[in-house]
């Protein structure tokens, strides 16, 4: 079966240290990855997805990066954290099927980042 | 661009109740159409989803979703509610996204807080 880890589950940084929250996913290849951000416990904003290896679109300019090295493996990364970026963020990854994702998400439990 | 519209923040049931969460959506072509589930401090659980075939469609935990084409609907309803049930309930729609073929994302609604009263 198919499992998706995500870490740390809570953080507590201040203005301007850096970020790292990492993802991997345990028992399919070559999936779909996101990245999710949750702000006052609501709707969801997609920061981030990839299709594959070293392959990351962004979907809204912001202060955060992420990268994709291996398979299965997704990082979520900040240089320098601002106020703004405190949320809940969310893992997740889907199936591919004839060469696109099905469209239906497996989510990881997620981080809680509060910036001070 | 495909979407959904959930039009009530937040619903109120008694324990024992139906209940309905509502949701709209509008799409270019055939609809693929997700409910998910959100407890406090929890990533999201997949429920169920609509891609053809009958326009009831079941899921985990007793839900079950209605798709009504002429409406453009596709309500997430359960016959008799539980306390356990309370928690924050998305709709979401896939979505073809980006260049090379594209990618299907899905677009999630705002969320609805259910809250079951015991």
């Known amino acids: 079966s198919q499992t998706i880890h995500q870490w740390p589950a809570t953080l507590v940084q201040p203005v301007g240290s850096p970020l790292s929250l990492e993802c991997t996913v345990e028992?399919?290849?070559?999936?779909?990855l996101y990245w999710y951000r949750q702000a006052a416990g609501r709707g969801l904003q997609l920061l981030f997805y990839s299709v594959g290896i070293g392959q990351i679109s962004s979907e809204v300019p912001q202060n955060l990066s992420a990268s994709r090295p291996q398979d299965r493996q997704f990082i979520l990364s900040s240089k320098k954290l601002l106020l703004s970026d405190s949320g809940f963020y969310l893992c997740a990854w889907s199936r591919m099927r004839g060469g696109r994702s099905t469209g239906e998400l497996f989510f990881g439990e997620g981080s809680r980042l509060t910036v001070l | 661009a495909q979407s959904v519209a959930q039009p009530e923040d937040q619903v109120n049931v008694a324990e024992g109740n139906p209940l309905t969460v509502k949701c709209t959506y509008s799409v270019s072509g055939n609809p693929y159409l997700f409910w998910y589930v959100q407890y406090p401090n929890r990533g999201l659980q997949f429920l169920l989803k609509y891609i053809t075939g009958d326009n009831l469609v079941k899921g985990s935990y007793g839900f079950e979703a209605e798709f009504n084409k002429s409406q453009t609907s596709f309500h997430l309803k359960k016959p008799s509610a539980l306390v356990s049930d309370s928690a924050l309930y998305f709709c979401a729609v896939r979505d073809l996204r980006g260049a090379s073929g594209g990618s299907y994302i899905p677009t999630f609604g705002r969320g609805t807080s259910l809250i079951v009263h015991p």
């Open positions: 028992g399919t290849s070559n999936p779909n």
